[in-house]
T-cell receptor
Framework: KNEVEQSPQNLTAQEGEFITINCSYSVGISALHWLQQHPGGGIVSLFM???GKKKHGRLIATINIQEKHSSLHITASHPRDSAVYICAVSVWYSGGGADGLTFGKGTHLIIQP | GVTQSPTHLIKTRGQQVTLRCSSQSGHNTVSWYQQALGQGPQFIFQ???????GRGNFPPRFSGLQFPNDSSELNVNALELDDSALYLC?????????????FGPGTRLTVL
């Protein structure tokens, strides 16, 4: 069973700061997902990646498959970025079938004006 | 998008509940997750083309159905207090192992 660890669990920063959230996992995966969850529960998929780096606006996600580690970066952070950021991994089997996502516990980010 | 109903639900211990999910049109896979307060979601099970295609560490009283019309259900029998949680469904179109999931807003279940 894969274990997904995130750090930090809580992060408070000032508007404009560069934010980094880290994720590590224990076994091989098919893809790693970064998700955003706002109060009230809705989850939005930010990135799905299996190698390298992806960028979307002020968000950047990187993954190092050899080290089983991924980071989510937010540049020029803004109070509207305040949310819980969750790392999750998925594993697909070559013979068919799959496990659902295995989630980390999330990082609660607060950006203060 | 993905929709879920109802938004909130209150049940008593021992009762049965059915939660519903409407997948994004054309998606062939739906996954269900349970999220307890302050925790990350936990995988319950996944349905691919109307067949269960993977299951997490949940007892058989958690069951599901997936229908051809992009709708699906999560059924929980003999409710326990610990079943109180946010239940999320996510739909995806599985192609060559790629499984980007699109989440619904969730159903918050309270068991008294």
């Amino acid at each position: 069973k894969n274990e997904v660890e995130q750090s930090p669990q809580n992060l408070t920063a000032q508007e404009g700061e560069f934010i980094t959230i880290n994720c590590s996992y224990s076994v091989g995966i098919s893809a790693l997902h970064w998700l955003q969850q706002h109060p009230g529960g809705g989850i939005v998929s930010l990135f799905m990646l299996s190698s390298g780096k992806k960028k979307h606006g002020r968000l950047i996600a990187t993954i190092n498959i050899q080290e089983k580690h991924s980071s989510l970066h937010i540049t020029a952070s803004h109070p509207r970025d305040s949310a819980v950021y969750i790392c999750a991994v998925s594993v697909w089997y070559s013979g068919g079938g799959a496990d659902g996502l295995t989630f980390g516990k999330g990082t609660h980010l607060i950006i203060q004006p | 998008g993905v929709t879920q109903s109802p938004t909130h639900l209150i049940k008593t211990r021992g009762q049965q509940v059915t939660l519903r999910c409407s997948s994004q049109s054309g998606h062939n896979t739906v996954s269900w997750y349970q999220q307890a307060l302050g925790q990350g979601p936990q995988f319950i099970f996944q349905y691919y083309r109307e067949e269960e295609n993977g299951r997490g560490n949940f007892p058989p009283r958690f069951s599901g159905l997936q229908f051809p019309n992009d709708s699906s259900e999560l059924n929980v029998n003999a409710l326990e207090l610990d079943d109180s949680a946010l239940y999320l469904c996510a739909s995806s179109l599985v192609l060559a192992g790629v499984n980007e999931q699109f989440f619904g807003p969730g159903t918050r279940l309270t068991v008294l």
